[in-house]
Nanobody, 124 residues
Framework: VQLQASGGGLVQAGGSLGLSCAAS????????MAWFRQAPGEEREFVAG???????AYGDSVKGRFTISGDNAKNTMYLQMDSLKPEDTAVYYC???????????????????WGQGTLVTVSS
């Protein structure tokens, strides 16, 4: 399984960006996909996740500003980021767990597959 993340870039505070993550290879009809991010010198942080059953979860720092969605037919997950803040600056990684589809884990340990990361920079 391979994950390809795209859509990062530079945006001013208050602006919006959209990320996408496409999965290819031997994917599963039962899965959980998530976005994590890591800023320089910081630990990896859970951003949002979605399962094949439609369960959705958000990290506290992005709740109400970010929206996650998925397209099962395209094996693709999206993250719409609105009202961006400088503290949202980080490398964003998508992750995939193909062992189950009913829980969004906030711990990256449970995700077997990871994308290469895409940089999001929010200027003040």
């Amino acid at each position: 399984v391979q994950l390809q993340a795209s859509g990062g870039g530079l945006v001013q505070a208050g602006g919006s960006l959209g990320l996408s993550c496409a999965a290819s290879g031997r994917t599963s009809s039962s899965y959980a996909m998530a976005w994590f991010r890591q800023a320089p010198g910081e630990e990896r942080e859970f951003v949002a996740g979605i399962t094949s059953r439609g369960v959705i979860a958000y990290g506290d720092s992005v709740k109400g500003r970010f929206t996650i969605s998925g397209d099962n037919a395209k094996n693709t997950m999206y993250l719409q980021m609105d009202s961006l803040k400088p503290e949202d600056t980080a490398v964003y990684y998508c992750a995939l767990d193909t062992s189950q589809g009913h829980i969004v884990s906030r711990n990256g340990y449970y995700y077997r597959y990871w994308g290469q990361g895409t940089l999001v920079t929010v200027s003040s």
